[in-house]
């Protein structure tokens, strides 16, 4: 199976049983987004989206976030792993975007990640979901999976490694769309321990399944 076929097996599998696939984080606008994002590193959606809605009820927005103190926001995300950084990171964020950037988040990947608490990961996420721009934000389960699947190169050993060969290899109008669907493989099926092989339509093209 040539590189070109398998991506078009894997693209054609998710078009037909994951057409809609999209963030599981809840958010109302870009700013709300990129908080929750913030909050998810190392943590996941589901905690989360536990913990936003009171933050937003708070700080309804990037001018409210910018004007507090460590003190009076830790306690709303003192059950998210990492707190004490987050909070500086959600602070020095909001206080940027006000001063720099007139408050409005920014939407490049470049301007993006000039913010704390903001790495190529998230402003990925961002561009993505908020704009719909062809960028591939990969993380464990992305990493993971693409490598399972034979879709990147056992070689590829860092996450920019991983994005530029997805990217090459995706069309675009769809990669904004493949992230998603990477990432709920990985979260739902394929599984970094005990994965769900038995229960994968993907298994006729997966190295991993048939090493194992």
Same mark, same amino acid.
């Given at each position: 199976m040539t590189k070109k076929e398998r991506y078009q097996f894997v693209i054609d599998y998710f078009q037909k049983h994951t057409p809609e696939a999209e963030t599981e984080l $809840? =958010?109302?606008s870009p700013y709300e987004l990129l908080v929750a994002v913030i909050l998810s590193a190392q943590c996941t959606d589901k905690r989360v989206n536990l913990t936003t809605p009171a933050i937003f009820k708070k700080f309804p927005d990037v =001018?409210? &976030?910018s004007k507090t103190n460590f003190d009076e926001l830790f306690p709303f995300i003192k059950s998210i792993s990492y707190p004490n950084n987050k909070t500086k990171h959600l602070i020095g964020m909001a206080q940027? $975007? $006000? #001063? %720099?950037? #007139? /408050?409005k988040i920014p939407m490049t990947v470049d301007e993006l990640v000039q913010l704390p608490g903001v790495g190529r990961k998230t402003a990925n996420v961002i561009t993505s979901v908020v704009d719909k721009q062809p960028n591939m934000a990969v993380d464990t389960h992305v990493f993971r999976v693409s490598k399972r699947l034979g879709l990147v190169?056992?070689?590829a050993n860092t996450p920019l490694a991983v994005e530029k %060969? &997805? +990217?090459k290899h +995706?069309? %675009? #109008? &769809? +990669? !904004?769309k493949a992230h998603h669907w990477l990432i709920l !493989? /990985?979260? =739902?099926t394929c599984l970094a321990r005990n994965p769900k092989c038995d229960q994968c339509g993907l298994r006729a093209i997966c190295i991993y399944f048939k090493k194992s």
């Amino acid at each position: 199976m040539t590189k070109k076929e398998r991506y078009q097996f894997v693209i054609d599998y998710f078009q037909k049983h994951t057409p809609e696939a999209e963030t599981e984080l $809840v =958010y109302d606008s870009p700013y709300e987004l990129l908080v929750a994002v913030i909050l998810s590193a190392q943590c996941t959606d589901k905690r989360v989206n536990l913990t936003t809605p009171a933050i937003f009820k708070k700080f309804p927005d990037v =001018y409210a &976030l910018s004007k507090t103190n460590f003190d009076e926001l830790f306690p709303f995300i003192k059950s998210i792993s990492y707190p004490n950084n987050k909070t500086k990171h959600l602070i020095g964020m909001a206080q940027k $975007v $006000v #001063n %720099e950037f #007139n /408050g409005k988040i920014p939407m490049t990947v470049d301007e993006l990640v000039q913010l704390p608490g903001v790495g190529r990961k998230t402003a990925n996420v961002i561009t993505s979901v908020v704009d719909k721009q062809p960028n591939m934000a990969v993380d464990t389960h992305v990493f993971r999976v693409s490598k399972r699947l034979g879709l990147v190169s056992q070689s590829a050993n860092t996450p920019l490694a991983v994005e530029k %060969e &997805l +990217i090459k290899h +995706i069309p %675009e #109008n &769809l +990669i !904004h769309k493949a992230h998603h669907w990477l990432i709920l !493989h /990985g979260r =739902y099926t394929c599984l970094a321990r005990n994965p769900k092989c038995d229960q994968c339509g993907l298994r006729a093209i997966c190295i991993y399944f048939k090493k194992s």
